[in-house]
């Protein structure tokens, strides 16, 4: 089932599936249990909020399936950013209906951020559906499903101030076996116009840095070389707190990514995502001092028009923003991945607004990129505020031309690779062809290339010869790295 997230990535078709099918649960090994099986939708976040769901139910008795009609819970962690993404969740509900009166011993539960917004209405308009569970709520899931089984529908959509899941180990769905999430913080303080999440997902905490170490360490013992910090906005991860020698210090994001950096040379570390306004130069030196941390940002602009980046409230201009990409080429130079978030026909959004978002995209020449037309959600500061006016064949026609701009710089940004050797993880086979395999380099740029006596979680040196805007394309080489 294809689940359009709101964000459309143009060039990577393996990360597009990503984002527009959604995630089922694995096959466990659990004899006597019951089968639990979870499709997520959306966002990294929610892939590894299911996770943790799946390690909650884990100690209630429950082993997860990747076959439905084997189940007999069925969790849909939702996603909702647009309109469509909901719509595609409802569409899926109707499609559980027969199964559900075939068994009717099956139970079906929402959760995430389409849950929170929708809370005990959405057990009036899915009457299919038994129980409601928001972000912050997982932990009671066990207590909802007794209720449930005991013939009454179910809801819990609190938000904590702080719930950060810390001491569960999530369970790897739908995992390769070589890189991991690692959920850093949890909700937003930033009130962008358009954006539903603050509501959905509650306001900014953070994890304590001793458990993201010590989850950052269990992954490379067992066997990860990759781990992305997740975060609505990772810059702005602070913690307040007594350290191992009971010293009260504060740790910030630049401070927390030299601690997983050192778990080991051999552990890769990303992050996402990064708002502009917090982004500092002690992340961005740190990220030059320690060569497993990927020089790679996603650094979401939204918009090139400093007239709408104020409607949305994303705090900067256009002007700072473009300072900020100088302070990231200056510390890390140009081959440094920088990819980007746009929105296309917000709210009063001029051609001239338009043309200064395409303008912006030429000063930065951004190495690929999630692009949307504006979808208005209700019940956020845009929607209260502002007239979503533009209309759908302008936003459309602008998205293509926002589309048709990043294929042309993810092109020459890919060009620029040819003839440099890469260090690439191995993360599995090419969809294609079982004779190559493919993995990203530190720009996180797949690379595909013949596998020869390679395997999964192998790092191995590769030499670009050739690219399409979407795919690097080598051979691997014993040369040291260009």
């Known amino acids: 089932m294809e689940l359009v997230t709101g964000r459309l990535e143009i060039l990577k078709e393996e990360d597009k599936k990503d984002l527009d099918i959604a995630r089922i649960s694995v096959d466990e090994n659990g004899e006597n249990k019951r089968k639990l099986y979870i499709e997520s939708y959306g966002c990294q976040m929610n892939f590894a909020d299911s996770e943790i769901v799946a390690s909650i139910l884990r100690e209630n008795g429950f082993a997860t399936t990747s076959k439905i009609e084997e189940a007999e819970l069925i969790l849909l962690n ?47 308009e899915e009457k299919i559906v038994d129980m409601v569970v928001g972000p912050d709520a997982y932990r009671d899931l066990p207590n909802l499903i007794n209720e449930v089984e005991d013939g009454h529908k179910a809801v819990n959509v609190f938000l904590s101030r702080e719930e950060t899941y810390a001491d569960i180990t999530p369970i790897r769905l739908d995992s390769n076996g070589v890189t991991a999430f690692i959920s850093i913080m949890r909700g937003c303080d930033n009130m962008c116009s358009f954006c539903v999440v603050p509501f959905t997902r509650g306001r900014e905490r953070s994890r304590d840095p001793f458990s993201i170490v010590k989850e950052a360490r269990e992954l490379f013992e067992q066997g990860y070389r990759e781990v992305t910090l997740l975060g609505q906005n990772v810059d702005s991860y602070k913690w307040k707190g007594t350290d191992e020698n009971q010293t009260e210090n504060t740790t910030t994001f630049a401070n927390l990514l030299e601690m997983v950096a050192l778990v080991h040379p051999d552990l890769r570390v990303r992050f996402s995502t990064s708002h502009p306004k917090d982004i500092t130069d002690e992340v961005l030196y740190t990220m030059k001092n320690y060569g497993n941390i990927c020089k790679y940002i996603h650094l979401p602009a939204q918009s090139g028009s400093s007239r709408i980046l104020e409607l949305m409230n994303r705090t900067y201009d256009r002007e700072w923003y473009m300072g900020k990409i100088d302070r990231i080429r200056e510390i890390l130079g140009v081959e440094c991945g920088i990819s980007q978030d746009m929105i296309t026909g917000f709210c009063t959004e001029t051609e001239e607004d338009h043309l200064e978002t395409l303008s912006l995209m030429d000063y930065v020449k951004y190495d690929y990129g999630y692009m949307f037309a504006y979808s208005e959600r209700p019940n956020t500061p845009a929607a209260k505020k502002l007239v979503d006016d533009i209309p759908a064949e302008v936003k459309n026609r602008r998205l293509t031309e926002v589309i048709n701009k990043q294929q042309q710089h993810s092109l020459e940004r890919n060009q620029m690779a040819i003839g440099k050797v890469h260090r690439v993880l191995v993360e599995g086979f090419s969809k294609r062809s079982a004779e190559h395999l493919c993995g990203r380099n530190d720009q996180n740029k797949m690379i595909v290339f013949p596998k020869e006596n390679f395997k999964k979680g192998d790092y191995v040196n590769v030499l670009v010869t050739e690219c399409t805007a979407a795919t690097l394309i080598g051979k691997a080489v014993e040369d040291v790295l260009a």
């Open 78 to 124: 939702t996603c909702a950013i647009r309109e469509n993404a909901e719509q595609k969740v409802r569409n899926r509900l109707q499609h559980l209906v027969p199964m559900k009166k075939k068994q009717n011993n099956v139970k079906i539960g929402v959760l995430g951020c389409m849950a929170e917004r929708l809370k005990t209405k959405f057990l009036e």
